[in-house]
């Protein structure tokens, strides 16, 4: 069974272009979670999705972010015209439940120039 | 979220035992007590988790005070792979809290 799986492990984008950062529960896994991580900082919870549905996105900036995990396919997590403060590395992990331990993946590093 | 307390950082010697400790002394009755650990480069990963009685598996042990206000991780014998920040987290056993909230954690080091 493989882990959670993110890709790009590395993103690299321009101020204003858009960021889309992708991630595949584990099998059987149908709760998502995304966190970002600042440089030399903790994690910092930003949204949980089911299936086709946000449950909670009390740590997703107001403006230029949404996630979605669609019935087939990845959770995607978006970031429109990206900023330097976006500059992060962004973490996503599933479980199977919701008091289920959380598997994290690799994480995707997005720097923007 | 019940709010933990750990210290900033600690170190230890290879092959020696670690104990990392927590205080959470507005724990409720259904919060269940999770560590996860960091390594360098790398997401999360889950260590232990206990509600009252100590716990043990293959990667570490948990003591849990009577009053459930604070718990210990040990790290029986501890390697050069075990360098990683370390998260006490709680997590509501009920309602499943639906995420985990994540504080700054103690950043371990070990020594050759």
Known sequence: NAGVMQNPRHLVRRRGQEARLRCSPMKGHSHVYWYRQLPEEGLKFMVYLQKENIIDESGMPKERFSAEFPKEGPSILRIQQVVRGDSAAYFCASSPGITEKLFFGSGTQLSVL | ?112
């Open chain 2, 1 to 112: 979220d019940a709010k933990t307390t750990q210290p900033n950082s600690m170190e230890s010697n290879e092959e020696e035992p670690v104990h990392l400790p927590c205080n959470h002394s507005t724990i409720s009755g259904t919060d269940y007590i999770h560590w996860y650990r960091q390594l360098p480069s790398q997401g999360p990963e889950y260590v232990i988790h206990g509600l009252t009685s100590n716990v043990n598996n293959r990667m570490a042990s948990l003591a849990i005070a009577e009053d459930r206000k604070s718990s210990t991780l040990i790290l029986h014998r501890a390697t050069l792979r075990d360098a990683a920040v370390y998260y006490c987290i709680l997590r509501d056993g009920v309602q499943g809290a639906q995420k985990l909230v994540f504080g700054q954690g103690t950043r371990l080091t070990i020594n050759p």
